[in-house]
């Protein structure tokens, strides 16, 4: 492989754009595809390697080849710059996830409090038109403040949104659905939004919560037998 | 210790065009198919250099040793190689998956 390779996949997944790496295994030629000079029958391999985000080894017109599934990564909206998301923001980052922490309150959403974290100082509501959610997006609320985590819902439940999570008691979470209801959000809907977030493993401390928090939208991401809530 | 993405612990190619980028001499070994209980799937990769810097890895850490040596004399070749490993009972004096997988990999040069 060569080095000017690496630069322009790391230029691809900085700017966010699917690509998929092709290796010839008998000699180590490689493309960075969609690239029109590695012919249709590569190409076509390339597109349904990134939509089924899988990589894998394939027999292309008489040679073995390599093709790695690069799709951007996928990315984790936290609305709250509360202690909790001071544990989960970093884990999240590690598992993978572009992390962007929305949080209109400066003295909690800043770069001394979150080193290195993309940050969001705007309403939560106007963050998440801007950020708008995909089915590669995470969205956990944090700030236990129905002005700043309802409106981040009620955006999110509006989006395809792989995975919704608000941290609170199941008390305080039956009072959030009902004011979303109110927002003319449907019980099926609603149901969309894992509260309280997180798996069940008895977390007391931020890091266990972040933790759980992760666990979860990873069971949800990659299908995992904990994906499903028990009744 | 806080990671962004761009020092996401998966990206081994980022090390190791790092390393490059520092003079070492760097081999990758990327895992192209996997079978079984093989703990990593296609696509996991491992840098090592000449100097004995390793990052990343192929298995659950049953057969690094020989995918480095394998990697590094490619780099001292030139010349890619195919690896693949699997466990049987006949072949257990040789390096294997003891989970019983079976992994197939690409070693080359970083140039």
């Not at chain 1, 100082?121 to 002005?147: E, F, G, I, Y």
């Not at chain 1, 927002?183 to 309280?196: D, E, Q, V």
């Not at chain 2, 996997?34 to 250099?49: D, E, F, K, L, N």
């Not at chain 2, 020989?66 to 004096?93: D, F, H, I, K, Q």
């Amino acid at each position: 492989m060569k080095r000017e390779t690496i630069a322009a996949l790391q230029a691809a997944r900085a700017a966010r754009r699917a690509v998929a790496f092709a290796t010839r295994l008998d000699d180590g030629a490689a493309f960075i595809l969609p690239d029109p000079a590695a012919g249709a029958a590569l190409n076509a391999q390339a597109t349904a390697a990134l939509r089924a985000d899988r990589s894998g080894t394939h027999e292309i017109e008489g040679a073995s080849w390599f093709i790695e599934a690069r799709n951007p990564a996928p990315r984790l909206i936290l609305v709250g710059a509360v202690h909790i998301a001071q544990a989960l923001a970093p884990l999240a980052a590690m598992t993978g996830f572009a992390v962007t922490l929305v949080d209109p309150r400066r003295a909690f959403g800043n770069e001394d409090r979150f080193p290195g974290i993309t940050l969001n100082n705007d309403w939560p509501d106007a963050a998440m038109l801007a950020l708008a959610p995909d089915t590669r997006t995470a969205v956990v609320t944090l700030t236990h403040d129905p002005k700043l985590d309802d409106p981040a819902l009620d955006e999110a439940l509006r989006s395809d949104a792989f995975y919704i999570g608000a941290l609170g008691s199941r008390k305080t979470h039956a009072a959030r659905l009902a004011r979303l209801a109110a927002l003319g959000h449907t019980p099926a809907a609603l149901a969309r939004i894992r509260g309280p977030v997180g798996l069940d493993i008895g977390a007391v401390s931020a890091p266990e919560i972040a933790l759980s928090v992760i666990a979860e939208i990873v069971a949800v991401q990659r299908g995992g037998g904990l994906a499903v809530r028990g009744a | 210790m806080l990671m962004n993405n761009a020092e996401d612990m998966e990206d081994i190619l980022a090390v190791a065009a790092a390393w490059a980028a520092a003079g070492e001499q760097v081999a990758l070994a990327t895992v192209t198919e996997s079978w079984g209980s093989s703990p990593r799937p296609a696509g996991s990769r491992m840098a090592v250099t000449v100097s004995g810097r390793i990052a990343g890895s192929v298995s659950g850490g049953c057969i690094e040793g020989a995918v480095a040596e394998a990697a590094l004399r490619s780099l001292a070749t030139g010349v890619p190689e195919r690896l693949e490993y699997g466990v049987t009972n006949e072949m257990a004096w040789e390096v294997g998956l003891a989970c019983g997988g079976r992994v197939k990999l690409f070693v080359e040069p970083l140039i």
